[in-house]
Nanobody
Framework: QVQLQESGPSLVKPSQTLSLTCTVSGESITTNAFYWSWIRQSPGKELEWMGAIDSSGIIYSNPSLQRRASISRDTSKNQFTLQLSSVTPEDTAVYYC???????????????WGQGTQVTVSS
């Protein structure tokens, strides 16, 4: 059974770059037919899909983030990462890493989710 675990700082200062890592166990991130996404939920807001990387390393981005979000992977560690630059308090959210069979995930459906990690942007 696949398991995903997010890790990274819980507090980031405005203008800094947030870096989160998702460690995957029970499934290789190079397995065909899966997409590995980052999703967040800010207080009082809907889930926001931030981007994904597929089994071959192709990256899919959410244009609304204006290229602030960058996704990469380390296949030797079976991890994928999110970097979000120039953070503001509006980036305060719970961040999830997700495995799904679709690129854009907008709801908690059939995919596999990490438990989420709270990130607060504050000086």
């Amino acid at each position: 059974q696949v398991q995903l675990q997010e890790s990274g700082p819980s507090l980031v200062k405005p203008s800094q770059t947030l870096s989160l890592t998702c460690t995957v166990s029970g499934e290789s991130i190079t397995t065909n037919a899966f997409y590995w996404s980052w999703i967040r939920q800010s207080p009082g807001k809907e889930l926001e899909w931030m981007g994904a990387i597929d089994s071959s390393g192709i990256i899919y981005s959410n244009p609304s983030l204006q290229r602030r979000a960058s996704i990469s992977r380390d296949t030797s560690k079976n991890q994928f990462t999110l970097q979000l630059s120039s953070v503001t308090p509006e980036d305060t959210a719970v961040y999830y890493c997700v495995r799904d069979r679709v690129v854009v995930v907008t709801a908690k459906g059939a995919g596999s989710w990490g438990q989420g990690t709270q990130v607060t942007v504050s000086s």
